[in-house]
Antibody
Framework: EVQLLDSGGGLVQTGGSLRLSCVAS????????MAWVRQAPGKGLAWVSS????????FYADSVRGRFTISRDNSKNTLSLHMDSLRAEDTAVYYC??????????????WGQGALVTVSS | DIQMTQSPSSLSASVGDRITITCRAS??????LAWYQQKPGKAPKSLIY???TLQTGAPSRFSGSGSGTDFTLTVSGLQPEDFGTYYC?????????FGGGTKVEI
């Protein structure tokens, strides 16, 4: 069974930094691209960033490019999102998500439980 | 960016009803479309991918159709556990984009 366990959320001041982690199990981690998707309070879903299975290719939404860094450690089955220069509009639940098909960037078959990030002055 | 527009934004239906949610893409996405169900306080769950393929474990009362720019999600025989918000998502081009959601009340 695929499991994704998100952690690292919390309250941070405007301009601060935070690191989210997602520990994966139940599948061959390095074979799958992974992503972060967020959801602001009471709002819809928004894709944030993706990374290839090897970690060699990364993609970012315009709203976070230059401030967020996605990475992965395939030896530890762990996906990370390092967030710098945080703004109030980054307040959201952040979900780790696994792409459905090996080696591809298609739909999201599995999701973590989410980590709440609150940015406040 | 490809804009995804869902309608209606909310609906109320009874157990046993057949409901349909539509999703329109601002440009053609072939069949690179997924549908998700989300319940309050929970992560989304995959229902449909490639516009019409039922995700493993999703109930067969859910079905998807469409291609190009117009897509539909149909629930045939609505069940009490089907309440929640439904989202479409395109994966034809980055940035992957979601529809605004359709809240279903039983």
């Amino acid at each position: 069974e695929v499991q994704l366990l998100d952690s690292g959320g919390g309250l941070v001041q405007t301009g601060g930094s935070l690191r989210l982690s997602c520990v994966a199990s139940g599948f061959t981690f390095y074979n799958y691209a992974m992503a972060w998707v967020r959801q602001a309070p009471g709002k819809g879903l928004a894709w944030v960033s993706s990374i290839s299975g090897s970690g060699g290719a990364t993609f970012y939404a315009d709203s976070v490019r230059g401030r967020f860094t996605i990475s992965r450690d395939n030896s530890k089955n762990t996906l990370s999102l390092h967030m710098d220069s945080l703004r109030a509009e980054d307040t959201a639940v952040y979900y780790c998500a696994k792409y459905s098909r090996s080696g591809s960037y298609y739909d999201f078959a599995s999701w973590g439980q989410g980590a709440l990030v609150t940015v406040s002055s | 960016d490809i804009q995804m527009t869902q309608s209606p934004s909310s609906l109320s239906a009874s157990v046993g009803d057949r409901i349909t949610i539509t999703c329109r893409a601002s440009q053609g996405i072939i069949d690179y479309l997924a549908w998700y169900q989300q319940k309050p306080g929970k992560a989304p769950k995959s229902l449909i991918y490639d516009a019409s393929t039922l995700q493993t474990g999703a109930p067969s009362r859910f079905s998807g159709s469409g291609s190009g720019t117009d897509f539909t999600l149909t629930v045939s025989g609505l069940q009490p556990e089907d309440f929640g918000t439904y989202y479409c998502q395109q994966y034809k081009n980055y940035p992957f984009t979601f529809g605004g959601g359709t809240k279903v009340e039983i």
